[in-house]
């Protein structure tokens, strides 16, 4: 018999055949015990190993439980992670959106500066040449003020020697006076007798009185009697003859006010500015020869003088009808102004 059914052996007797059948048996027997060991083993390795994969798959679960909790802590982290990484997001726009504003806002607070620095610029450019022009015309005022003290000093050394002259004219007919005085004292009583002596009135010649620079001006009037008429005409002659430096002096300063008013509208100031600064060179003008002329005659007077007679030539002129308007400023009525003129 085989594992596929009993096997029948032709041609054998009985008894071998009850023989093979018991060996038959046995090994079948055997083979069934080896077959139930194996089993056996089998099963107890199947539990062994149903065990191990039960103890495996609790590991397992504990890991996936592990693996998930790990899983759910790095979702909440990434999650985490994500929000954070919005906020930066946002963060980092808002940063760029600032910087973007800040890099206008300097960029505009440089365009000013730039701006203002060229205005300053071309303000000091014009500045410099407002002060070279100023250097200029202070370098013609000194010129002018040598010149005029030169021609001060001229007329001044001609006044003392016209004054000299006049002194001693003075002092001659003084003595003549004092000379006709004594012979007429002298004369006797009796109106008949005129054999008298003739009368000498040959005036003695007296050195004229020194004239000290620090003591004050002469006048023709302390040294000329009122009963000797020709050294008054001399005198007379000699003041018209003689130049007048002060109304030449005053002329140069109205001249240079003119130059920088010519100089201020060839700048482009407004003409309000213009007038005042016009107002100003004639006030200081005016103190100039007050000072100048002090102790000797009336500074104003002489600068209203000619200025007056600088209005009337120049009336019809743009510079006459401003210098109108700051002579009006400068006197402070406009009724000075007409008087002036």
Known sequence: MTSNGPMYVVGR??????????????????????????????????????????????????????????????????????????????????????????????????????????????????ERANVAARDQTIAQLEAASVSDRERHDAAVAQLRQQLEQLTSEALRWSSVVQAVERVLAA????????????????????????????????????????????PVADAAAASAALPDPIDTYVRQLLGTAEQMYEMDRDAGRPAVEIVDRLVAHLRYARDLVVRRVVGTADGNAVFRRVLSALLNERSEQEFGRNLASAVSDLYGDSKNAEKLA
């Open 187 to 230: 004369q006797p009583a009796d109106e008949g007798d005129r054999s008298g002596s003739a009368i000498n009135v040959t005036p003695p010649l007296e050195p004229p009185t020194p004239v000290d620079e620090d003591d004050e001006p002469l006048h023709l009037n302390d040294l000329v009697p009122a009963s000797s008429p020709p």
């Open 13 to 126: 007797e009985p008894s071998t055949r009850r023989d093979y059948a018991g060996e038959e048996k046995q090994r079948l027997r055997s083979i069934v015990d080896q077959l139930t060991a194996a089993v056996a083993d089998t099963e107890a390795d199947v539990e062994k190993a149903r065990a191990e994969a039960t103890a495996e798959i609790a590991q397992l679960r504990r890991t996936t439980s592990e693996v998930e909790a790990l899983l759910a802590a790095e979702r909440e982290t990434t999650a985490s992670l994500r929000d954070q990484l919005a906020a930066a997001e946002q963060q980092r726009l808002s940063a760029e959106s600032a910087r973007d504003e800040a890099v206008h806002k300097q960029q505009d607070i440089t365009d000013d500066y730039e701006s203002r620095l060229r205005e300053a610029c071309q303000e000091r450019d014009a």
